[in-house]
């Protein structure tokens, strides 16, 4: 089953919007006395609603006229408004939407990508209300695609949500990534992880890999041209099913831990601003307080 949800895009905004997003703008006043012009959400959503086009634009629009939407205020002093309009002009696919992939997804759509793909073909269970952000004793049974999409759209109306009931192989992998600007890691196996690096090579997309096991996690970020998982693993024709995480677990914080740091990732990319970890694989180990970053070579 497919579920596309894909809001109508105008391309364009004519000058009714923009005097629309202007004469609903606000002022902000920061701690410095220094003034910034805001829209908020109800304006936003009012000019959505009545010139017929998607939220997103209306935000982009009113940032290309120096507005900052409420919802991104925090974000601008980090990437800036030209960072904020790429990524609501960006697609982020998640695969799995569990303990990584549900704090990936909430955490995107705080950041405002404009497009978030969820794949995932599992139904939440009593074992994942630990760690896995979006579980609930009352949505115990539900697709964990459907929720997460649910999720994003309570957070973030603006962001257009796609969500596949599927679970990605190598056949399929193509077809479901495709569109997408990054791939973000939310597996819980090896083959799956294997299957989604190879598929982004052939697509031309970043990949940020992330896993984790107990007190630990690890992660990179993988370009089409970089040696990537073979690095840590070996060949993908030998690989275990489960990694060591299903005899010692996942506590609650390691999912949270490797999931931001994927996120940041994601900005760094689509945004341009900041060093992604390429060829460098990030350990982070919450028992011992430490973090160790590992040149990899081909």
């Not at 596309?4 to 004469?23: F, L, M, Y």
């Amino acid at each position: 089953m497919d579920n596309r949800d894909i809001s109508r895009e105008s391309g364009t905004v004519g000058k009714d919007i923009i005097r629309n997003i202007a004469e609903s703008a606000e002022t902000y006043t920061n701690p410095d006395g220094k003034k910034y012009p805001v829209i908020n959400l109800k304006a936003v959503t009012s000019i959505s609603q009545a010139q017929r086009i998607a939220a997103r634009d209306v935000e982009i629009a009113a940032l290309k006229q120096g507005i900052t939407p409420w919802h991104y205020l925090r974000n601008i002093g980090t990437i800036g408004m030209d960072g904020q309009i790429k990524l609501l002009r960006s697609t982020v696919a998640v695969v799995g939407a569990g303990g990584l992939g549900g704090t990936i997804t909430e955490l995107l759509a705080r950041q405002g990508i404009g497009h978030i793909i969820i794949i995932d073909n599992d139904r939440f269970a009593e074992q994942n209300l630990n760690r896995q952000l979006l579980s609930t004793e009352k949505n115990l049974g539900d697709y964990k695609a459907t929720v997460a999409a649910k999720r994003v759209k309570d957070i973030n109306s603006a962001v257009t949500v796609t969500t596949f009931l599927k679970k990605l192989t190598e056949k399929n992998a193509h077809r479901l990534l495709n569109g997408a600007n990054v791939v973000a890691d939310g597996l819980d196996n090896l083959p799956s992880r294997f299957a989604v690096e190879k598929a982004c090579r052939d697509l031309g997309i970043p990949y940020v890999y992330g896993t984790i096991a107990g007190f630990i996690g690890q992660l990179m970020t993988i370009f089409p041209g970089d040696t990537g998982l073979s690095c840590i693993y070996g060949r993908s024709d030998s690989l275990p099913e489960k990694g060591i995480e299903v005899k010692i677990g996942n506590p609650s914080a390691t999912p949270a831990m490797i999931a931001a740091w994927q996120v940041q990732e994601i900005v760094k990319i689509i945004t341009g601003i900041g060093k992604p970890l390429r060829n460098h694989l990030l350990i982070l180990d919450a028992m011992e307080g430490t973090a160790d970053k590992i040149k990899l070579s081909g």
